[in-house]
């Protein structure tokens, strides 16, 4: 039985309207507020854009994002926006190019920098995805994303020192980021050490008590520490939340516990 590794895939999509760290960042440093009273036609379809957006009404937005950029092509976060959502809709030549066209009007721009690391990583372009993140980290050293990203890159490597160094970072920066001690868990995992592995994903947990991938692997670690009720309180939350573990799991948790549930 081996650790589940979830390195290496998309950002997870925050459950109130679609919002990510990313896109915050840019609403944040937005001067115009989100209302559309008296303000011009470009103000209009680009903040009509980002709202759009952060609704996960991706269509609607990139069609206001489109107008607002004909009438204003030098604006980088119509460009960063409309590319956080082509890389959301796996578009990702199309965010490559708006995201890149960001960062030329903006070369300090490193939440675009992390995100185009996001979209070279899922296209497969290793080299280039760590050099879009190493780059976001010179910009702004506490860019705790693109930390916790690299540490993606060294955990799916089998790097686990500097995976676990990249999270260590990131956690200095943000402590309530749980992607960082969810994968920092993995790789203690991978490194046989178990008391740090069950508190990680136990920190991930109480960050978010939905994370069926903490319950799953957790509950695999208490296996091997031989805390088998725990192990099965956390069976039992897999399977409260839609999902089951393998059957090659299950036989030997009801072989080493004995006991069927």
């Not at 903490?214 to 939340?241: G, M």
Request: glycine content about 6%; proline content about 3%.
């Amino acid at each position: 039985m081996r650790y589940v590794m979830f390195a290496w895939t998309k950002q997870v999509i925050k459950a109130l309207g679609y919002l990510t760290p990313f896109l915050f960042a840019l609403i944040s440093v937005l001067t115009v507020p989100l209302s559309f009273a008296g303000q011009s036609t470009y103000e209009e379809y680009k903040n009509r854009g980002i709202e759009y957006a952060t609704k996960g009404k991706f269509q609607q937005a990139i069609e206001e994002l489109d107008k607002a950029i004909e009438l204003a092509p030098n604006d980088a976060k119509c460009y960063a926006v409309r590319g956080f959502i082509y890389e959301k809709k796996g578009n990702y030549d199309e965010a490559i190019f708006d995201l890149t066209r960001a960062i030329t009007i903006d070369p300090k721009a490193d939440d675009c920098y992390n995100m185009r690391g996001i979209v070279y990583r899922d296209k497969g372009d290793a080299i280039r995805a760590m050099s879009d993140f190493t780059r976001a980290i010179e910009i702004n050293p506490r860019q705790y994303e693109a930390r916790n990203n690299r540490g993606e890159y060294y955990l799916e490597k089998g790097d686990y020192e500097k995976a676990i160094a990249e999270f260590n970072a990131a956690l200095r920066i943000k402590s309530d980021y749980v992607s960082p001690y969810y994968n920092r868990g993995l790789a203690y995992a991978n490194s046989g050490q178990l008391i740090q592995v069950i508190s990680d994903f136990s920190k991930a947990i109480r960050i978010n008590p939905d994370l069926m991938k903490a319950y799953s692997n957790r509950a695999l670690a208490y296996y091997h520490t031989k805390e088998y009720d725990k192990s099965w309180a956390d069976v039992y939350k897999v399977q409260d939340l839609g999902y089951k573990m393998t059957p090659e799991f299950m036989y030997n948790l009801r072989k080493a516990s004995g006991r069927d549930r």
